[in-house]
């Protein structure tokens, strides 16, 4: 069997007992980012289903090369003439087995085509890099994590393997959302978790009948099972452990006011730095934060962050020069809680501010 390009199991191929051959009209990927086509041609026509995914599905294939019986790869369908084209949401990976299901002519009956696109490249050890906000001491009403792992994981289960436990060792079951598809970045590597904003936002019968997921003055852990495997079957090997130490909610609007600025001197190249009263959400400072001079042009550089989320610093690619700055914020920026510029999560509907689109701070570089 050829190492390299596209590999296909065209000859009979055991998968869970069911024989594997090739189906007419089938066109399979080529490079990771193609998507599968199949002729509807050879489909009885008065066949109702319930969803494209009973008529074609993709699954990854367990480390036997065997058909599998977790969820289908979610994705999205598309007709091409009489031909039904499914694309994955993630690029398919190099050298990972994946099965396509599809449904037989005229028949209840499926069939199963294995293929592989291309040699399995060198991964990277499955790892678990980061956990955002890094700091342990979190507000009341915290509204999200950010995990950030080293390759792509397995998805659709990190309730499984991520649990919110208390002082005396109660796991919290009911504390975080659950999604019909999780939210990862497009290279499966970063997931966020959002906690239940039902148990977030006060007078929401959800919060008087469970209370609030984290409590001030309480402390909690999150355990990350190293059990949890990536998409090529890799486990992440040890358990992760975070601390949290719960301090009282955000319950005030962000406000330009209450932030420190420190001025850098022209003919530099030093950083610009904002000191925030509270934890800012770090996924958000790279897209709506930067900096315009007094021709409103952008300032290239980037934004360097800083002290457990609660300071960036900008650092510059050319010096500074004599003039008037803005500091432009997108009002859409916001903390940990869910509070931006405009507005708080936990907000009676009468509060609801201005629509603005930005705010500045105007600094003067001499």
């Known amino acids: 069997m050829s190492k390299t390009g596209l590999i296909l199991f065209f000859v009979i191929a055991s998968i869970s007992g069911i024989v594997a051959q ?30 494209n995914y009973d008529i074609l599905s993709v699954f990854v294939a367990n480390e036997t090369n065997e058909y599998t019986t977790t969820l289908p790869i979610q994705g999205n369908f598309s007709m091409v003439e009489n031909k039904l084209v499914f694309k994955p949401y993630f690029p398919f990976e190099h ?53 950030y792992f080293q390759t792509p994981m397995k998805q659709e289960e990190a309730l499984k393997h991520i649990k919110l436990i208390d002082e005396e ?7 975080f959302m659950k999604f019909k598809e999780e939210l990862w970045s497009n290279d499966g590597k970063r997931l966020t978790l959002l906690f239940d904003p039902g148990r977030i936002k006060r007078g929401v019968s959800t919060n008087m009948k469970q209370g609030p997921s984290l409590e001030d003055g309480q402390r909690y852990h999150l355990n990350i099972s190293g059990e949890w ?25 962000m406000n330009l006011n209450e932030w420190v600025v420190s001025e850098p001197k022209s003919g530099g190249l030093d950083k610009l730095t904002i000191e925030f009263d509270r934890i800012i959400d770090h996924a958000l400072i790279q897209s709506m934060m930067q900096v315009r001079d007094d021709s409103d042009n952008r ?34 920026l916001e903390d940990v809680s869910g509070n931006n510029l405009q507005n708080l999560l936990d907000h009676n509907i009468l509060d609801l501010d201005r629509n603005e689109l930005s705010q500045f701070i105007t600094i003067i570089i001499l």
């Open 22 to 51: 090739t189906t007419l009209g089938l066109h399979l990927p080529k490079q990771s980012d193609d998507g599968i086509h199949f002729d509807l041609s050879g489909i009885a026509k008065d066949k109702e289903y319930r969803s």
């Open 299 to 332: 300032v290239e550089g980037h934004w360097k962050i800083q002290n457990s989320e609660q300071q960036v610093q900008f650092v510059p690619q050319n010096r500074w020069q004599k003039g008037s700055y803005k500091i432009m914020f997108d009002t859409h």
């Open 229 to 253: 495997q990536d998409v090529y079957g890799q486990s992440l090997v040890q358990n992760t452990r975070k601390a949290i130490r719960v301090v009282e909610a955000y319950r005030k609007k």
């Open 95 to 147: 050298g990972l087995t994946y099965v396509i299901r599809l449904k037989k002519a005229n028949s209840e009956a499926f069939s199963y085509v294995p293929f592989q696109i291309g040699e399995k490249e060198k991964v990277d050890q499955a790892k678990l890099l980061s956990i955002f906000p890094t700091t342990d001491l979190l507000p009341e009403n915290l509204l999200r994590f950010y995990f």
């Open 169 to 175: 060792g109660n796991v919290d079951d009911h504390a």
